[in-house]
């Protein structure tokens, strides 16, 4: 089934952020940057992410002239336009007309007019322009052959804390609690002598203020991302009135911690996010599987194929230490996309601007303005792999019966609670080391958040590392998946708090003790010069950061402590529960242990891998539409096994049980 991300051009995308209003002196550059667009093979641009200055130079005065010059001279060389609404970055005029559309910090210290998304999204003024110009862009452009998403803002973060926003806040917990008795029950103000007793008194959690009860930090977490929510549908409905048959995307980030992505995603119709790896910094599979999981965690939003919206051609300006790619990467990395799931290869930027901020950040066309580098050579590589990958478009990746639980509720729970390692827990590490082992084995997967998961009968095993806050009745769902059949794997600290964040009172992990059979009893943190070690039938493992101790009540027990006042209690066990069963791992493992648990759980499983048998260092094989994306990001050329005849779709070689990748090379296998 064809789920196109751009109905109107259900093609790969190759393109990216263009920036025409800061050549409007140069005219001649727009005619030079359409001729190398088609020597690319760009298809689609994404433009006015930042134009808002150019379309509006004064209030309630628009100017599109230049917008319809370039739009309509890259629909003559049949390039299509990903069309942003300007609200990430407002103009001058607009904040020094109304200063209240501009943020106020978490001292309470309004800013000023400057960089971007530095916005109040909570100011009518500020959602009244946005929805006067967004209109006028609709109106104008939303029934253009040229223009086939609409791409809202642009990396959307942060907070506001100005009245206008305490008020929505206080409203917002009005809402969500009813009354104060409530709320003051919800937040545990007996502690402390914290307790309100007017509305007024509630503000905001802050560094010079409420800063040290977790439940109102996480729910200002929550607020945050309403409120952005609801920024995005108030942009999407606009765009809406004019033409509601154009996609509207709003491009997400990697690891981001303000906004609730599972929430974020539910009223946009496509997903598109930025994937910057730090290429050539150390461990490249190991950053390569970081990246791979958030492209399945963003294809896992809405069950949908994803747009990679921008990545880098060469180099990024804002690490510490900003590498080149390596001959070979730019291709491999941009392939990796696509094998796990997206319909785009899209790049910030096309042209390096002549100064500002990211005048040195990588482009395809660099300053010299010319085809002749090295950098625009392989993006014409990755243009020619996307034609002979067309075939591939409407495919997506096989039904996945494995499912990893990542819930930025649980996240953000996690980094504010002061117990173990305390502002240190690596939830995210954590639950990217289980999904690294299985992605190296080639196992397909879905994210879900406590919410979002739903005991269908689509998965065989779910993996619930570190689910510290239980919401959402997802104890009853997990419950319901082992009795039925299912594998779960949870990690500790697991099922001690409750959505409002509240310690659960009795037994942990909660509801869940006589799934798993065994209950926790105390959590230790170890330094990061400290280790434990697992005792179990594979050998001795390292452990580290965090070890719960715990009491079988029935479960077998896998693995011990071997180390410590605690050494030989439980640490690895196993549970029948109705017709399935259910592991628990107390502690945080090296990557060798996971790598051989998921291997064995894979092979009983009988769960389903992109190819069969041991890759070598530094090669993965993912799985689309029948095809294997076998990849290498090892520094040296290796020689991996494919049982069969196989075809090469990048190149037309043909392999039979053998395949050879250069170092960061790529292969796209189908079989003969």
Known sequence: ??????????????GGDYNPEQWLKYPEILEKDVEL????????????????????????????????RVIERLWSAGIHVDLATPSGARPAWLAEKYPEVLRVDDRFHRQHFGGRHNHCPSSPVYQEKVRAIDTALARRYAHHPAVILWHISNEFSGDCRCPLCQDRFRAWLQDRYGSLEALNDHWWTGFWSMRYTSWSQVEPPSHRGQNANPAIW??????????????????????HAVNPDIPVTANLMHRFWDYDYFELAKPLDVVSWDSYPAWGMGDDLREASEHAMTHDLMRSLKDRPFLLMESTPSQVNWHDVNKLKKPGMHLLSSMLALGQGSQSVMYFQWRKGRGGAEMFHGAVVGHDGTADTRTFRQVRQVGDALERLAPLYGAEKAPARVCILYDWNNLWALDYAQMGRRGDMRYTETVNEHYRALWKLGVNMDFRDCESFADDGRYQLVIAPMLFMT??????????????????????PAGTIGEDGLAHLGQTPHGLTDVLGIRALELDALTDTQENRLIWADGPHRLLRLCELIQAEGAQVLGTYGEDFYAGSPCLTRHDFGKGQAYYLAA?????????LYRRLVESLAIPRALPGELPDGVAAQERGGAVFLQNYAPQARQAAVPGAWQDLLTGDVWQDRVELEPLGIRVLVRK
């Open 1 to 14: 089934m064809n789920r196109s991300a751009t109905p109107r051009f259900p093609a790969f995308l190759h």
């Open 37 to 68: 667009m088609r020597e690319a093979k760009v298809n689609c641009v994404s433009l006015g992410i930042f134009s808002w200055a150019f379309l509006e130079p004064e209030e309630g005065v628009y100017d599109f002239a230049w917008m319809d």
């Open 218 to 239: 996480v729910d200002w977490r929550r607020f945050s991302t309403w409120q952005c929510r609801s920024f995005i549908e108030m942009e999407k409905a606009a765009l």
């Open 471 to 492: 919401r959402a009745g997802i104890e009853e769902k997990l419950r319901a998946f082992v009795a039925r059949g299912g594998t779960l794997l949870m990690t500790a």
């Open 588 to 596: 945080q493992t090296e990557e060798a242990f996971l790598t051989a």
